[in-house]
Nanobody, 115 residues
Framework: QVQLVESGGGSVQAGGSLRISCVASGSVEELRDMGWFRQAPGKEREIVALVSPSGGYHLGNSVKGRFSISRDNAKNTIYLQMNSLRHEDTAMYYC?????????WGQGTQVTVSS
């Protein structure tokens, strides 16, 4: 089992930047892919970005060109750098980590973008 703790969320004006982090603890030797999902009120949870242990990544279509994901395996940490933020990026952002046969989720960190 893995515990995930997010940090770095907050409020920012449209066009601004924010970086959020997620630290994993517990059975970190079993970590596989990690990433970020987000969920806005009344909407379904969607993929924002995923990163493999080797650094290969996938970005959701709505954030390509604006967001980037990175991973520090030595620190068991992933980061989401969010640039050119838009009002529609406002959501709860959840850290996700996959261990064989199991999805693990953090509690979430709120990102609010004011227009």
């Amino acid at each position: 089992q893995v515990q995930l703790v997010e940090s770095g969320g907050g409020s920012v004006q449209a066009g601004g930047s924010l970086r959020i982090s997620c630290v994993a603890s517990g059975s970190v030797e079993e970590l596989r892919d990690m990433g970020w999902f987000r969920q806005a009120p009344g909407k379904e949870r969607e993929i924002v970005a995923l990163v493999s242990p080797s650094g290969g990544y996938h970005l959701g279509n709505s954030v390509k060109g604006r967001f980037s994901i990175s991973r520090d395996n030595a620190k068991n940490t992933i980061y989401l750098q969010m640039n050119s933020l838009r009002h529609e990026d406002t959501a709860m952002y959840y850290c996700w980590a996959y261990i064989t046969g199991r999805d693990n989720w953090g509690q979430g960190t709120q990102v609010t973008v004011s227009s």
